[in-house]
């Protein structure tokens, strides 16, 4: 069964600075996607990056890029130049290429220090 | 930019009542979903839907949950029989088909909370 883990519940940053979110998957599928959810605390789930895993190249967002690691099957975030805005709860999730439902980790807690 | 709405943004029942959480998914979009998340755990499938038939469901979603699509428009979920462990923010999302290359879209999510 495909597994996603999130390994730090919590993390703080200095605003401007940089975080990296880590995250690592199971599975044993060729044909995946990962994403980057952010939850604020209004706690509407927004999408804030996406990877396709047949790409070698890292997805990139703005302020915001990963870390896609195929091999050691890890996809951290890392938030650049850190805003107020950016604090909120970071999901990863994982989806089979073939199958329509997410598979999200726990959750981690950023949050951003003035 | 197009959106998912969800109604109500919180509701409150009594153990054993029933409720509908109700969801409008974006227009064009085919594909349906309801997602659930336990105060302080991680967000968990329920069910997926699609040419108004379930395609597939979580070990979750048991005979006491249902989906329906009434009028074109509306996705419901309904739960027959509350329990307090039902208590939990619900999201609803769509796809303009099959995720993974196209992106899932959620709304702002529906408070259920059990007493």
């Known amino acids: 069964a495909q597994t996603v883990t999130q390994s730090q519940p919590e993390m703080s940053v200095q605003e401007a600075e940089t975080v990296t979110l880590s995250c690592t998957y199971d599975?044993?599928?060729?044909?995946?996607?990962l994403f980057w959810y952010k939850q604020p605390p209004s706690r509407q789930m927004i999408l804030v990056i996406r990877?396709?895993?047949?790409?070698?190249q890292n997805a990139t967002e703005n302020r915001f890029s990963v870390n896609f690691q195929k091999a050691a099957k890890s996809f951290s975030l890392k938030i650049s130049d850190s805003q107020l805005g950016d604090a909120a709860m970071y999901f990863c999730?994982?989806?089979?290429?073939?199958?329509?439902?997410?598979?999200f980790g726990k959750g981690t807690k950023l949050s951003v220090k003035p | 930019e197009p959106e998912v709405t969800q109604t109500p943004s919180h509701q409150v029942t009594q153990m054993g009542q029933e409720v509908i959480l109700r969801c409008v998914p974006i227009?064009?979009?085919?594909?349906f979903y309801w997602y659930r998340q336990i105060l302080g755990q991680k967000v968990e499938f329920l069910v997926s839907?699609?040419?108004?038939?379930?395609?597939?469901k979580s070990e979750i979603f048991d005979d006491q949950f249902s989906v329906e699509r009434p009028d074109g428009s509306n996705f419901t979920l309904k739960i027959r029989s509350t329990k307090l462990e039902d208590s939990a923010m619900y999201f609803c999302?769509?796809?303009?088909?099959?995720?993974?290359?196209?992106?899932?879209?959620f709304g702002a999510g529906s408070r259920l909370t059990v007493l």
């Open positions: 999302a769509s796809s303009p088909d099959r995720i993974g290359a196209n992106v899932l879209t």
């Open positions: 599975t044993s599928e060729s044909d995946y996607y």
């Open positions: 990877q396709e895993a047949y790409k070698q």
């Open positions: 999730a994982y989806i089979r290429g073939s199958q329509g439902n997410l598979i």
């Open positions: 227009s064009n979009h085919l594909y």
């Open positions: 839907f699609y040419n108004n038939e379930i395609s597939e």
